[in-house]
């Protein structure tokens, strides 16, 4: 079974910065896309960014601002988000793409194993 950790998660003032890892058990990570998405209460699960072996792929709303990086050796994707904004807060959630060397997708049926998230709030 997958296993994803998130951490990294905290409170922020606006403009601050929070680094975002996703930690997973064995090597599940080699070859496949991984995810990072979010939940803020009352509101549907958005796309945030993605990393594939090839591509990476970024919600309009972040970027310029966040930048996801994988270490296969470490197991771990990362999700750098600079220039924090109050409207950035929401629980993330990394999750794993479906299917070896697929591509990028922005829809969270595209993921099949998902982290427990990591809330972030930024004050105004």
């Known amino acids: 079974q997958v296993q994803l950790v998130e951490s990294g998660g905290g409170l922020v003032q606006a403009g601050g910065s929070l680094r975002l890892s996703c930690a997973a058990s064995?090597?599940?990570?080699?070859?496949?896309?991984v995810g990072w998405f979010r939940q803020a209460p009352g509101m549907d699960r958005e796309f945030v960014a993605a990393?594939?072996?090839?591509?990476?792929s970024y919600a309009d709303s972040v970027k310029g601002r966040f930048t996801v990086s994988r270490d296969d050796e470490k197991n771990t994707v990362y999700l750098q988000m600079n220039s924090l904004k109050p409207e950035d807060t929401a629980v993330y959630y990394c999750?794993?793409?479906?299917?070896?060397?697929?591509?990028?997708?922005?829809?969270?049926?595209?993921?099949?194993?998902w982290g427990q998230g990591a809330q972030v709030t930024v004050s105004s």
């Open positions: 990393i594939s072996w090839k591509d990476n």
């Open positions: 064995g090597r599940a990570f080699n070859g496949y896309a």
């Open positions: 999750a794993r793409g479906r299917h070896i060397l697929g591509q990028i997708y922005r829809v969270a049926s595209e993921y099949e194993y």
